[in-house]
């Protein structure tokens, strides 16, 4: 029963949230009454909430709940979109957002790796050296070095190193998500957006991606947009619960699992009666 729960004392906190509460930093992301239409169709409606640094903040719910739409619109995607429109404000470091001219400075700072992979017709070193050339690198150790850290960072170098000259095509599907990884990461972004990353990955290497998520959010911050709220629960420090394009919630993940949400829809949700 509702009221039975609301009677019962809160779980204690795990000692590891204490920890991870005092290496998250400040709201690096303000939402502030943002809306998304396409058309005359509302995607998402008045969402109010923060992300801080060092955080892995994640957004939960249904199917067209709104939340790619959310990860398009702090990537200014709507710019390829001529249906979309974004009102509203997104802060990013104290930026409006809407504000940025340079969409390719913006992107180098936000990163984006879709739920399939998406590996380009390059070498394994060239996916990952891309952006940094685009950049104007070209120093080859410097590339070199920023290949290796990338694949590393994305824990795939061990298995790439003695092949970097071969297609990324030909890679696995874990291994091409890890690569999409390595690439989004070659732009040291400030924060990366990952949009349902396992749709197309086996479990195993699902969870090698989890623990690298785990080492990133002590140098960025991450969004991660799941359809598997125990991914969520996992991983997110916090987390948000949209339904029918609109934010209903946003919590500390454990106690959001623990019984704690304030909205029935939450723990409806987050208990698995709908979704």
Not at 66 to 74: C, D, E, I
Not at 155 to 170: F, I, M, P, Y
Not at 243 to 248: E, I, P, R, S, W
């Amino acid at each position: 029963m509702v009221g039975e729960t609301e009677l019962q004392p809160a779980p204690p906190t795990p000692p590891h949230a204490e920890q991870r509460r005092a290496e998250i930093g400040a709201p690096i992301l303000t939402v502030e009454d943002l809306t998304i239409r396409y058309g005359n169709k509302v995607a998402l409606a008045n969402a109010s909430f923060e992300v801080r640094k060092h955080e892995i903040f994640g957004i939960v719910g249904p199917a067209n709940s709104g939340k790619t739409s959310f990860l398009r619109a702090l990537n200014r995607m709507d710019e390829f979109v001529h249906t979309m429109r974004v009102d509203g404000r997104v802060s990013f470091a104290g930026r409006d957002l809407s504000t940025v001219r340079n969409l390719y400075a913006l992107r180098r700072m936000i990163g984006v790796v879709f739920p399939l992979p998406v590996g380009l017709p390059l070498s394994i070193y060239d996916n990952v050296a891309l952006a940094p050339r685009l950049a104007g690198v070209r120093n080859r150790s410097d590339l070199d070095e920023t290949v290796e850290r990338c694949l590393t960072r994305a824990a795939l170098w061990d298995e790439v190193k003695d092949r970097l000259q071969s297609l990324g095509s030909l890679l696995s599907g874990g291994q091409q998500q890890r690569l999409t990884i390595a690439r989004a990461l070659s732009q040291d972004p400030q924060l990366l957006l990952l949009d349902e990353f396992s749709i197309a990955v086996d479990p195993v290497t699902t969870m090698r991606i989890e623990e690298v998520l785990k080492e990133l959010r002590h140098e960025l911050t991450i969004v991660l947009v799941t359809n598997l709220v125990q991914q969520a629960r996992r991983l997110a420090d916090r987390t948000a619960f949209f339904l029918n394009g609109t934010c209903v919630e946003v919590g500390e993940t454990e106690r959001l699992f623990a019984g704690g949400a304030k909205d029935q829809r939450t723990a409806d949700y987050l208990e698995g009666r709908f979704g």
